[in-house]
T-cell receptor, first 110, second 112 residues
Framework: GQNIDQPTEMTATEGAIVQINCTYQ??????LFWYQQHAGEAPTFLSY????GLEEKGRFSSFLSRSKGYSYLLLKELQMKDSASYLCAVTGAAGNKLTFGGGTRVLVKP | DVKVTQSSRYLVKRTGEKVFLECVQD?????MFWYRQDPGLGLRLIYFSYDVKMKEKGDIPEGYSVSREKKERFSLILESASTNQTSMYLC???????????FGSGTRLTVV
């Protein structure tokens, strides 16, 4: 089975940096996705990590350590529009169905 | 622009009704999925399909069934709706492993 943990909620100030951690325990692992979901909307793809290390994409970066079962999403230069839920999801060794964590709600304050 | 379209944004149904939630994708994706999303529980997989006429149970299939008669369409069926099936239902499709999902905009179903 899959078990994925991430904090429920985080608050940060506009212009600051926030790091959202995700730990996972899986019977098989292929890769880890991060999605962003604004209230009332569908999740949208942010990043995908298969190999260990940091992937940078503009203001957002994602890190993976396969040996530790750990990932983080780093949001830099926070903007008000970054207020959303961030979903960590893992794909197993067989097939591409995703198992999601509970999501982290990030609130950006002025 | 690639799209996954869910037929209804909001639905209100009565307990015991048979409910159909429709999902259509225009990307020729092999894989399609149905999830429900509830506060504090995240997204939970109900059913998925890797090919036409093929279906597999996800983590919470009880009370649901699915149909995939054509590649582009994946329907979720609530055989006899109950109040505990009040939820946001999300459909998604994917071309394969390592590609992630494209989600539909969701159907918020209320069973009264």
């Amino acid at each position: 089975g899959q078990n994925i943990d991430q904090p429920t909620e985080m608050t940060a100030t506009e212009g600051a940096i926030v790091q959202i951690n995700c730990t996972y325990q899986t019977s098989g692992f292929n890769g880890l996705f991060w999605y962003q979901q604004h209230a009332g909307e569908a999740p949208t793809f942010l990043s995908y990590n298969v190999l260990d290390g940091l992937e940078e994409k503009g203001r957002f970066s994602s890190f993976l350590s396969r040996s530790k079962g750990y990932s983080y999403l780093l949001l830099k230069e926070l903007q008000m529009k970054d207020s959303a839920s961030y979903l960590c999801a893992v794909t197993g060794a067989a097939g591409n169905k995703l198992t999601f964590g509970g999501g982290t709600r990030v609130l950006v304050k002025p | 622009d690639v799209k996954v379209t869910q037929s209804s944004r909001y639905l209100v149904k009565r307990t015991g009704e048979k409910v159909f939630l429709e999902c259509v994708q225009d990307m020729d994706h092999e894989n399609m999925f149905w999830y429900r999303q509830d506060p504090g529980l995240g997204l939970r997989l109900i059913y998925f399909s890797y090919d036409v006429k093929m279906k597999e149970k996800g983590d919470i299939p009880e009370g649901y069934s699915v149909s995939r008669e054509k590649k582009e369409r994946f329907s979720l069926i609530l055989e006899s709706a109950s109040t505990n099936q009040t939820s946001m239902y999300l459909c998604a499709s994917s071309p394969g492993q390592d590609f992630g999902y494209t989600f539909g905009s969701g159907t918020r179903l209320t069973v009264v």
